[in-house]
């Protein structure tokens, strides 16, 4: 993979999530829908209140087919399975970054 798309943070408390991405600049969130404290989908909601561009990438087991209105509600860019394929998501992060023309 580039360099460009190799600083990868991860946060394992999902108090976290919403306090680090106020915190910090983010290029994309891959976000795990299925969070226990704070639903991944209202995590979503909270950062398109402050950045409409950024791309979100649900991480989720539950089949695209029941949760395809809610994605789209929340703001998720994109699904993928788990457990994702690396060259999947390889690939998603590219044409996210891919240089402009």
């Known amino acids: 993979m580039d360099k460009s798309l190799s600083d990868i943070i991860i946060i394992h408390s999902e108090n976290d999530v919403l ?10 969130v891959l976000l795990d829908i299925m969070l226990p ?8 909601k909270e950062i398109r209140k402050t950045n409409s561009h950024i791309p979100i990438v649900a991480l989720t087991s539950i089949p695209y087919s029941e949760i395809d209105q809610e994605l789209a509600n929340s703001g998720i860019n994109h699904y993928i399975s788990k457990p994702p394929q690396a060259i999947e998501l390889q690939n998603l992060l590219k044409e996210y970054f891919k240089p402009a023309a």
């Open 19 to 28: 306090a680090a991405y106020n915190s910090d600049y983010f290029d994309t």
């Open 37 to 44: 404290d704070i639903p991944g989908l209202l995590v979503s």
